[in-house]
């Protein structure tokens, strides 16, 4: 089955700058690529996505790379603020059903 | 409803007793989907329903745990003879169609102390 491996667990940056969470993944037939974010007592929400037909997507400070033939696929966090601080899940559909999800990145922002 | 609902919130219960947890998807959704997220790790996938019926149980992690689904919406998971590596917070999600998992909606989720 599918496996996606997610790094750093922990990260800790200043107010301002840049975060950027890795992850890869096993199957190739994997199309779709989501990021949640989860703050503490909540259900993990939709961040931003992308899908196998495109290499980048940003969406104003938050952008997500992929890399099919390496088979990765980044967050990148820019203009850090305090509210970004939470727990940071990666995922992949491999063309089945259901998402299979990275361990989880605990971001902190340092004001 | 506007989002998804699980309840109860919380759950503490004796080693070897039977818990339901329950899941209220959005209006509408037809795809419906249990994960399990234990102390600092990821989510781990548990089942998967579609309707009422449940083409995918892979996740289920022994005869123990089961679920059900009834008229296409709420969703119960039940964990007989619970044992504390059962202690976890199990969360629920719905999309409007198993094939538009962009549409992923969790719930807050239950989190159970087995004592």
């Known amino acids: 089955g599918e496996n996606v491996e997610q790094h750093p667990s922990t990260l800790s940056v200043q107010e301002g700058d840049s975060a950027v969470i890795k992850c890869t993944y096993s199957d190739s037939a994997s199309n779709y690529f989501p990021w949640y974010k989860q703050e503490l007592g909540k259900g993990p929400q939709l961040i931003i996505d992308?899908?196998?037909?495109?290499g980048e997507k940003k969406d104003q400070r938050i952008a997500v790379t992929l890399n099919k033939t390496a088979k990765h696929f980044s967050l990148h966090i820019t203009e850090t603020q305090p509210e970004d601080s939470a727990v940071y899940f990666c995922?992949?559909?491999?063309?089945?059903?259901?998402?299979?999800f990275g361990t989880g990145t605990r971001l902190t922002v340092i004001p | 409803g506007a989002g998804v609902s699980q309840s109860p919130s919380n759950k503490v219960t004796e080693k070897g007793k039977d818990v339901e947890l329950r899941c209220d998807p959005i209006?509408?959704?037809?795809?419906l989907y249990w994960y399990r997220q234990s102390l600092g790790q990821g989510l781990e996938f548990l089942i998967y329903?579609?309707?009422?019926?449940?083409?995918?149980k892979s996740g289920l992690p022994s005869d123990r745990f089961s679920a059900e689904r009834t008229g296409g919406s709420v969703s119960t998971l039940t964990i007989q003879r619970t044992q504390q590596e059962d202690s976890a917070v199990y969360l629920c999600?719905?999309?409007?169609?198993?094939?538009?998992?962009?549409?992923?909606?969790f719930g807050s989720g239950t989190r159970l102390t087995v004592v």
């Open positions: 992308i899908r196998s037909n495109v």
């Open positions: 999600a719905s999309s409007a169609d198993s094939g538009q998992p962009w549409g992923y909606t």
């Open positions: 995922a992949s559909r491999p063309g089945a059903n259901n998402l299979f």
């Open positions: 209006s509408g959704h037809t795809a």
């Open positions: 329903f579609q309707g009422n019926s449940a083409p995918d």
